[in-house]
Each structure stands twice: as C-alpha cells, then as structure tokens.
C-alpha cells in the first residue's frame, strides 16, 4: 500500500497535466475547428466571392438582390440541428471541389456582368450541398437552392413588367394620397401636377426595382422562415409588390410638394430623396 501511494503522481503533477497546451489546442480545435464550421465558413467565403465580383463587374441591382438571396441562404445554412455535421461521398467531394473551381475560374475570367455571372449562387449552392450530404440526400437543400437562383429570376422579372403601365399606375396611386391631403393635384398620364410644380414618373422611377426586390424579400422569408400554413406565405408574397406600389408613390408625392413648394433648399431636398438625376427617372417639371 506504501509503495502505492509512492508510485502515484504528485497532486500537483496532476493538476497541471489537466492544463497541457497541447491538450487545451485539442479542445480549442474540436470546438472551432469542426467539419460543420469550416464548411459554414466556406459557405461565407463563397458569398463574399461572389458579391465581390459583382461590384467589380457593376450592376447595382444585382448586387443588392444576390446580397439578399446569401443572406437569407446562410440563414438555412447556419440552422442546422445539434450535433449535425457534413458527411459527403467520395464523389460529393469531388464534385463539389470541381464545381467550386470552376465558379472561381469563371469569376477570374470573366469581365462583364452576364447571365452567367447571376447562376454562379446555384452553382455554389450545389457545390456546397454536395460537400455536405450525398446526392440521395440532397432533397433538404433545396431552399436554399431556390433562394440562390431569386437573384436571376428577379433580373427575368424586372425585365419582363411593364414600366408605363406601372408609371400611370404609381401616378394614380400618388394622386389618391395628395387628395388625401386635400391638395389640389392633377395627374395628365405619367405627369402629377401641383399648382406651382410637378413630377414626371418615367423609366425605372415606376418602382420596378422596389417591387422585384419586395417580392424577392417576400419569397426570402416564406423559403427560410415559413409560416404555419401555406396561405399565409401566399399572403406575404403577394401584398409585397402592394407595398412597394404604396410606398414608391409616397416618394413621389414628397418629390411633387417639394418641386412645388417655395423652400430655398428645395433642390438639395430633391436631389436627397432621389440622387438619380439624368438616368431617365423621376424629373421635376415646371408648370
């Protein structure tokens, strides 16, 4: 028993033992270094990728619309259950490192904005699913895919809706609100016309942008958090391009008040509600 006793360590040998570096970098590894933040953090990288390229290539829109789309992605993709973690096939891996390449390669060689450049997201968006599960499995990602290609179909749809009928609309809806106002307006086409000044709606000024971009919000929400019953994301998607009629036509009517009034700073107030003078938007008229 004497010789026991002997034999085992020091009380303070043992307690150092529990302090090692070597054993605190083991934990300090596990817990960050782990194969689900790593592909996390190759999912962030991906994004950060892509939304650089954008802004080097221009396209504004673009950019804003593939920033909403990654967002709302690494919100499904950071949501994952406890204790979940990438488990791919030899061929995922493969794959999914082949795809990632070949994004990065067409980033470096690519110089303008093109249809290609906004179907990069659902190239990343496969790449990663394939890095995480194998392609049985891929079902789950399929959101997130679907948020990754809002960026391309929102450029098909903003393409696609009518900005003069959108114009006389957003005037219409701009009158209603300054009646509400009980001041004397008058709308003649895309023309809203107070007594001493007057706005004209033309080109992208409709709200076409704000109306793609809601309802691409919209979509964002009812993909990455659904609501309990389906009516309700119907709901949501469809009052967003509403919404964004409604509040492009209050920007608007200010614009009309302002040209109209007598403020000696007015320019400066209409230059700071819409800095876009010149590229075929909102003008401010005479009467």
Known sequence: MLLGWIRRPKLSQRLLSRFR????WRRLKGLFISRRNLWILLAALLAIHHLLTLLSQGGREDVLNSLLAWGGAMVILVDQPMGWRPRPTMFGMMAGAAL??????????????DVSSLLLPVVAGVALALLAVPVQKIAPFGPVLMILALPSLMGLLSSSIPTRELSL????????????GNLPVEVRGNVVSLPKGAVEISGICSGVDMVVQLIGVGLIFALAFPMRHRWQNAVMVLTAPLLAILANAFRIALLACINASTLPNKTWWFDFLYPFRGRDRTRELQP
Not at 21 to 24: H, M, V
């Open 169 to 180: 609309f957003t005037g219409r809806i701009t009158q209603a609100l300054l009646l509400l």
């Open 21 to 24: 570096p070597a054993r605190q």
């Open 100 to 113: 990632v390449v070949a994004l990065l390669w067409h980033s470096f060689l690519a110089s303008t904005l």
